[in-house]
């Protein structure tokens, strides 16, 4: 094993597509990360950062088992059953890996539209994960982990093909692996506290989570949309978001600025009689 990889450190291509992947594995692993923030922000506050770090470090555990076995998840791309349609943008062969992503992409859709659904209806439901349910927080945090464990598996599965597809070294990947996940975990916390602080961001992140999970079943289907498309209009989205919540901070502080010098105004008003 160790003659394998020290050849690696000096080859400027080894290097070179360890900076790519952990590049490419981060911005991967946004979408996860996004679909865990909303998750963990539904527990009550004390079992959300536990939960979070729970399903990161699951996340890791997944990718590097599913390393361990790259044989096999190689041989997921082959087709397991056909319906007889193929086109050039369209393939009805279906592989256990297009069966995985058309399952993951369903079970997203239909997450995030439960959660717009319970964001714009203001009425009490009996969902497991309602905050203010404290008597089913074990509960809760099972539920939560279970489907951050079913995301995982999928973002996982299509993380490491893609990854197979850049470098044929296994070293690299386990490293980008480690690297890219790292980074999620530092990244968990503060991500999970911004949504949760500004509710129009929870809106916007389940709309990604609504678009991610769209992709995936046209995925399944073989019909690949380019994932630059998808990052660059969240990166818009975001952009726009941004500067809607720089707007609305600036004509909140102009009203504090207004408030305090009327109420010194009126201070300085009531004082005068008794000068």
């Known amino acids: 094993m160790l003659e394998s990889i020290t050849p690696l450190l000096t080859d400027p291509a080894a290097w070179a597509a360890l900076v790519t992947l952990v590049v490419m594995e981060v911005v991967l692993g946004i979408d996860n990360l996004i679909f865990i923030s909303i998750l963990s922000n539904k527990l009550p506050p004390e079992h959300r950062q536990r939960t979070r770090r729970i399903g990161i470090a699951l996340a890791l555990i997944m990718r590097l088992g599913l390393l361990a076995t790259i044989g096999w998840i190689v041989g997921l791309t082959q087709p397991v ?99 890219a996940v790292t980074v999620m975990l530092l990244a968990a916390d503060p991500l999970a506290n911004f949504i949760d602080k500004n509710p129009t961001v929870v809106m916007l992140a389940l709309g990604f989570l609504l678009m991610i999970g769209a992709v995936l079943i046209a995925d399944g289907f073989g019909v690949h949309v380019p994932k630059g498309y998808i990052y660059a209009a969240m990166a818009f989205s975001a952009l726009v978001e941004g500067l809607n ?31």
Not at 249 to 269: G, T, V, Y
Request: charged content about 20%; proline content about 2%; glycine content about 6%.
């Open 245 to 275: 919540m720089w707007s609305r901070n600036a004509q909140i502080r102009k009203n504090q600025a207004e408030d305090a010098a009327k109420a010194a105004l009126n201070k300085a008003e009531t004082a005068e009689p008794g000068v």
């Open 81 to 179: 059953f056909d319906l007889g349609f193929h086109g050039e943008t369209f393939d009805t062969a279906f592989s256990w890996r297009d069966l995985i992503l058309i399952a993951g992409g369903l079970f997203l859709v239909w997450k995030a539209t439960k959660e717009i659904h319970h964001a714009v209806d203001v009425t009490p439901s009996n969902d497991m994960l309602e905050k203010d349910k404290k008597d089913v927080v074990i509960n809760n945090v099972g539920s939560a982990i279970f489907q951050i464990i079913l995301l995982d598996l999928v973002f996982s599965i299509d993380s490491i093909l893609t990854a197979v597809g850049m470098t044929d070294h296994i070293p690299i990947m386990m490293v980008a692996v480690i690297i």
